[in-house]
């Protein structure tokens, strides 16, 4: 057995979780520290606001960061314990969940439901790639390691709790097809199926969580000052300075020892002008806060700033106490009904000279592409045989003058405020929104003007040259980031011709769906325009046309016989699995 995590670039993909994990801890610490700190410091008022934001997501990238090691370290166990197996997966939407996928074991035909545990921003790179093949490593009656292969990225996979859960996302996978999906090319198991995880002790994480929240709060309690002891006296005080927020500096003798003393206060700034030297506010009688000064109004309570930095404790601690009461209920509730067992597949191993390589002739590669969903049309562009350059809509994308316009309209929504009167935290947030997105701008501005524009230009010089050469293609996607790559053939020849060249496509869709707008038709011929047009390093620019459309080229136009196109096409068609080590590029 090879483990998993001795195959190539599983180890490296670990070390980056773990160090997205650290960074992430190490950021929520600094937020929280510096929040704290600016709180305690002299300073404008409208700062108060600024540490509560601070110490709040101080406290949630702390939770985020740490939970991420844990899982880390959950991977390290089992990637040592177990190795990959290749699997056909289907993803099922779920509302207000995580994303879910269902593995079909191509050994016993059983399905898989599996909740994917990762932020938002990594969740697309959970989803199975064009082939719909995902590599797992794990039990799945308690968890493991899922990755899209060729992509790097690690994701931690639990089962879906409840026997009705898992049946529903079970018939919805059915539904779309999922037994009727091919066997996957990929490593297979070569032992007894899966390599059991090794016992661990439960840890009770939402207990540890309950009582760093009951000592964030406990914290709070102690160190918050009582506003409202009838012990505290009201002094007077003369206002020796102040600014427009409120901000002002004050003179007031000790209540108690008749020492006179001089510090910051926030004043009341509608108070009557004639009061414009004089001000009333309480002194703390006792406890940590004893002598600091404090006023009521009908906007609050008036204080130090420092007491802004306690709103964020008690924040932060409630926040972790609701979720470690929540989350500890919750697991004690699917704890009284334990998931029904999941059958571990059996060994599944082909003899090493029963499946010899298969070149990626034409009539392979075209098989590969009909297994893929037909994308959805979109809205065709202007033609770029009758308009200018920017007027098309691939072309603006690839210059950058999308953003470009999209920063310029962001700095004029976020300018147009700032010539209004406004005071104090108002008009700081928006100024320093307005420096990022002028930034941005200017970002743009040289992207566009210094290579954006000509690339642009080249490619519609391209699209509109003449003598146009016909080549068969067929339309695969790159396994690693979903790339779209017409792989062309000779225009007239039979199912066992070999490939000429690659072409790596701009994805034509929006964001959400990067297929939409491709071509429906899988296989088929194509128009390849603008041999003449190269790069500066000598490469040809071709503008495929299908469908009297062009599709918008990623890279250049790579013959077969060299490195880069032989390595694209081993990641479309990878051969099929035999037993030795695998690799994780």
């Avoid at 600091?292 to 204080?303: I, K």
Wanted: charged share 20%; with cysteine.
């Amino acid at each position: 057995m090879v483990r998993a995590l001795d195959t190539a670039g599983t180890a490296e993909a670990l070390g980056r979780y773990r160090e997205r994990a650290g960074q992430t801890l190490a950021g929520g610490v600094v937020a929280f520290v510096g929040g704290v700190v600016v709180g305690v410091l002299p300073g404008p008022a409208w700062t108060g606001d600024v540490v509560a934001w601070a110490v709040c997501l101080g406290v949630a990238l702390v939770f985020v960061g740490a939970g991420a090691l844990v899982i880390a370290r959950r991977m390290r166990a089992v990637l040592a314990a177990g190795e990959w197996s290749a699997h056909t997966t289907v993803p099922v939407a779920r509302r207000l969940h995580s994303p879910t996928v269902v593995l079909h074991s191509p050994a016993t035909g059983e399905r898989w439901p599996l909740t994917v545990t990762a932020v938002r921003w990594r969740q697309d790179a959970a989803r199975p790639g064009p082939g719909g093949v995902l590599w797992w490593c794990g039990d799945p009656r308690t968890g493991g390691v899922l990755t899209r292969p060729h992509s790097g990225e690690l994701f931690w996979a639990k089962p879906v709790r409840g026997g009705g859960s898992r049946r529903r996302i079970a018939e919805r996978a059915e539904e779309r097809g999922l037994p009727a999906l091919v066997t996957p090319s990929g490593p297979q198991r070569s032992g007894e199926g899966t390599v059991p995880r090794p016992k661990a002790r439960r840890r009770g994480r939402w207990r540890w969580l309950v009582l760093a929240s009951v000592l964030v709060l406990g914290a709070f309690v102690a160190l918050s000052p009582d506003a409202t002891s009838a012990a505290d006296p009201q002094i007077e005080l003369t206002v020796l300075s102040e600014e427009p927020d409120g901000s002002c500096e004050v003179r007031w003798k000790d209540p108690w020892d008749g020492r006179e003393h001089t510090g910051p206060f926030t004043c009341d700034p509608a108070r009557d002008p004639l009061l414009a030297d004089w001000e009333t506010a309480f002194v703390v009688s006792d406890g940590f806060w004893k002598g600091e000064l404090y006023s009521w109004d009908d906007d609050g309570l008036r204080g130090p700033r420092a007491w802004k930095v306690l709103d964020g404790f008690a924040a932060g601690g409630a926040l972790g106490l609701f979720a470690g009461l929540a989350g500890g209920a919750v697991s004690l509730w699917r704890r009284r009904g334990p998931s029904a067992p999941v059958p571990v597949p059996a060994a599944m191993t082909l003899p090493a000279a029963a499946v010899p390589p298969p070149s990626p002739t034409y009539a392979r590669l075209a098989s590969l592409a009909e297994q893929q969903p037909v994308p959805a049309s979109r809205r065709p562009e202007a033609d770029v045989r009758s308009v200018p350059w920017w007027r098309v809509r691939g072309l603006r994308r690839a210059s950058g003058l999308n953003e470009l316009l999209s920063a310029a309209t962001c700095c004029v929504l976020v300018g147009g405020p700032l010539l209004l009167p406004m005071e104090g935290f108002q008009r700081v947030y928006l100024f320093g929104l307005g420096a990022v997105f002028l930034v941005l701008l200017v970002l743009w501005t040289f992207r566009v003007l210094a290579g954006g524009a000509g690339a642009a230009r080249l490619l519609a010089r391209a699209a509109t040259a003449p003598v146009p050469v016909v080549r068969r293609y067929v339309l695969l996607h790159d396994p690693r980031d979903d790339t779209p790559v017409l792989v062309f053939f000779p225009a007239h020849g039979g199912p066992d011709d070999l490939p000429e060249a690659v072409l790596p496509l701009t994805p034509p869709g929006t964001q959400k769906d990067s297929r939409l707008g491709l071509p429906p038709a899988p296989t088929g011929t194509a128009e390849l325009r603008g041999w003449l047009n190269r790069t500066d390093d000598g490469q040809p620019v071709v503008v495929a046309w299908i469908d009297d459309r062009p599709l918008w080229p990623a890279g250049p136009y790579r013959e077969a016989g060299t490195p880069e196109a032989a390595s694209l096409l081993d990641r479309l068609a990878p051969p099929p699995a035999v037993p030795g080590p695998q690799t994780l590029p």
